[in-house]
């Protein structure tokens, strides 16, 4: 079967359209994904003992990149899903400064950070607590970041619950690190 000369340049001109199109959407796909890391342990292995109950009980140093342009302030949070009573929460911090590229290890257990807020973690304290599962089968620790189009409107020493019920609609971008630990 022989095209048109005309039915070809059609689908000449509509190729080129589309071409064009593309071009045009492609930018924003070349935006860096939200990245969380740490230079303690890799995404899914184990934690080193040092970050945990049974070791300094101090928080490893965080790193992020692909900050959406648009955000207004970050939130991390910081859980065990595989504790025995249900998800059990072992740090918030909320309000930090998206030109913040990350946190040092060791934050003090301070309500306020260096441009941003602690929350209470699941021992009832305001900070950063370790991994300190029971003994038997290692648990999961999610330290989940979020980018937020807003600063929350909390005072400090917030929970994990209710900086989720602030940042509902308000999540431009979130990035996950897992690590693991068990006793």
Not at 38 to 51: K, V
Not at 120 to 148: D, E, S, W
Not at 151 to 167: I, S, W
Request: charge should be neutral; glycine fraction near 10%; proline fraction near 9%.
């Amino acid at each position: 079967m022989r095209l048109r000369p005309l039915t070809c340049l059609m689908l000449q001109v509509i190729g080129l359209a589309l071409i064009l199109l593309l071009r045009t959407i492609a930018p924003a796909d070349l935006d860096p994904a939200l990245t969380l890391t740490s230079s303690a342990f890799e995404n899914g292995a184990l934690i080193p003992e040092r970050y945990t109950c049974s070791g300094d009980n101090k928080s490893p140093a965080l790193k992020w990149t692909g900050v959406p342009p648009t955000a207004r302030s970050l939130a991390l949070i910081l859980d065990d899903p595989d504790a025995p009573m249900g998800t059990f929460v072992h740090w918030v911090v909320y309000n930090l400064s998206p030109t913040v590229k990350g946190l040092p290890e060791g934050v003090s257990a301070s309500a306020s950070v260096e441009d941003g807020e602690q929350g209470v973690n699941g021992r009832g304290a305001i900070g950063y607590t370790g991994a300190c599962p029971p003994p038997g089968k290692p648990h999961h620790y999610q330290f989940r970041l979020y980018a937020l189009n807003q600063k929350l409107e909390l005072k400090p020493g917030a929970t994990a619950q209710q900086v989720e019920a602030a940042m509902k609609g308000h999540v431009l971008g979130s990035a996950e690190l897992v690590g693991i630990f068990g006793r």
